[in-house]
């Protein structure tokens, strides 16, 4: 491998976890770290730290240009982004490219492609792969009012330039639209300097799948299977599992199909995610996005694969073939992953900074965490309040819902508040252990105990 020295342009738990890929491969690893992070634990794991600024994300980890430089300045061969911070900006690949650094990830116009919602949506539906019917893009409320009307209601508006579940908004009716348009715009340009909106039809009994994909520069895409990601807060991801449970296999082998398609088609290259929303009343999917980068959730797809995707980012990124083909692609059992964050779930998830004073992490068979934190380490401020992920497997989805009661009911944390008991209570629902679920599931639920409480 020609690649022996990578740069790990983020922080928290995904570092850590490219850091251990790293040295599975015998190659060093160099953590960016801002002066918040200086002491965290992957500034501990790696070989070097070098610090590439202040706290504040615009002034360290969102910077395109301190990336570049820590990684000249230590030699590294290559940038891992990580997800989050500059993972989907094409500027960062770009950047890479012109300074003789490997981007692991895709190609710059690959990110740029499926980075903008519109032109991703134009393209898959020009492949006759189906679309969330919708909309290009608006340029203001009367224009939003009119398409409104054609798609009908309920409709979502959401940023051209989204991502993350920001700048996305519903309006269930005509005397909805306005204020939705205006949150929704606002959001989208303080989110992502890009104001522009499209509408779509939104499918009240949904539920989300996403195919996890790999391609490589000679032209091989395969997929690695599937995962449910429906339970959902404010369009942010609390539980995966994977397979995807209760579909018909007919349905399932053509959304693969569907997903390797669209990537076999733009040539794509490293691992990537495509999303789709799968109608529980019409049985049909559509096309959602495409995400050009590895997924939080990646490790229920380990889990039931034996497959390590960070190792195989890297050696696409050095210009090997993948290592495996679709058909030495096997499912082994159930996995579900738990987002566990330092959030309050009793007071509107107000965030929990501080020190941890206490954890305990779960041990067993079937069990795996994935997390920057330990007792001592103080929670900053500043950046995502993901703690750690907590991933299960079991020999099928029943067990693996009652490993995951098991395992956090022994996940201890102390010294500040973490959503372990708001996930806790979600696991042992009957709707999601019998799989009655869709997107607005955890949100009602929410809802009715937040009633309970009051």
Known sequence: MSIARVLVANRGEIAV?????????????????????RKSLPARMADRAVCIGPARPADSYLKVEAIIAAALGTKA?????????????????????????????????????????LAARAVVSKQGIPVVP?????????????VAKEIGFPILLKAAAGGGGRGIKIATDPGELRGSFETASAEARAGFGDNTLYLERYIPNARHIEVQL?????????HLGERDCSLQRRYQKVVEEAPAYAIAAPLREEMRRA???????????????????????????????MNTRIQVEHPVTEMITGIDLVREQISIADGHPL?????????????????????????????????ITEWRPPQGPGIRVDSHCYAGYTVPPYYDSLLAKLIVGGKNRVEAIG????????????????????????????DYVKGKVNTRWLENFLARLSEKCS
Request: proline share 5%; hydrophobic share 40%.
């Open 134 to 146: 919708g909309s290009k893009k608006v340029h203001n409320f009367k224009e939003a009012a009119t």
């Open 77 to 117: 061969d290559a940038v891992h982004p990580g997800y989050g911070f500059l993972a989907e900006e094409p500027e960062l690949a770009e950047a890479c490219e012109k300074s003789g650094l490997k981007f692991i990830g895709p190609r710059p116009e690959s990110v740029r492609l499926m980075g903008n919602k």
């Open 403 to 430: 490993r995951m009661q098991q395992a956090l009911h022994s996940f201890i944390v102390s010294g500040i508040e973490t959503t372990i008991p708001f996930l806790q209570s979600v696991i042992c629902q009957l």
């Open 323 to 355: 290592t495996i083909s679709q058909s030495d692609v096997r499912f082994t059992g159930h996995a579900i992953e738990c987002r566990i964050t330092a959030e309050s779930p009793w007071h509107a998830f107000h965030p929990s900074p501080g020190r």
């Open 214 to 222: 790999l391609g490589d520069r000679h032209g091989h895409v395969i």
């Open 259 to 289: 997903a390797v398609a669209i990537a076999g088609n733009m040539g794509y290259e490293n691992a990537g995610t495509v999303e789709f929303i799968l109608d529980q009343d019409s049985g049909k999917f559509y096309f959602l996005e």
């Open 17 to 37: 976890r490219v850091i251990r890929a790293c040295r599975a491969l015998g190659i060093e690893a160099v953590v960016a770290v801002s002066e918040a992070d």
